[in-house]
């Protein structure tokens, strides 16, 4: 049975950081690219940051130079590093287990809210 559990999410002040993690299993996790997409109220789910198999990046645009993207293969876990958070970074944040051949995968999501 494949999983995916997010966790880190919370409320922080503008300016504040935040740490989301993304546990996996039942999947080979070294071979997956793994992305965070979030979700705000309203609006469609966009793709945040992706880490390819190999760890090639990507980034939206809106969180270039305050987000990275990093994973532990050992760990079976991504991450998102969250810097110099900003009230429209407000979503749920979900993980995403992706494999050419394979279904998607998703979490359950995490909320993020950035307010003072």
């Known amino acids: 049975q494949v999983q995916l559990v997010e966790s880190g999410g919370g409320l922080v002040q503008p300016g504040g950081s935040l740490r989301l993690s993304c546990a996996a299993s039942?999947?080979?996790?070294?071979?997956?690219?793994m992305g965070w997409y979030r979700q705000a109220p309203g609006d469609q789910r966009e793709l945040v940051a992706s880490i390819s198999s190999g760890g090639s990046t990507n980034y939206a645009d809106s969180v270039k130079g305050r987000f990275t993207i990093y994973r532990d293969n050992v760990k079976k876990t991504v991450y998102l590093q969250m810097n110099s958070l900003k009230p429209e970074d407000t979503a749920v944040y979900y993980c995403?287990?992706?494999?050419?051949?394979?279904?998607?995968?998703w979490g359950q999501g995490t909320q993020v809210t950035v307010s003072s």
């Open positions: 039942g999947i080979m996790f070294r071979i997956y690219a």
């Open positions: 995403n287990a992706g494999h050419v051949g394979s279904r998607d995968y």
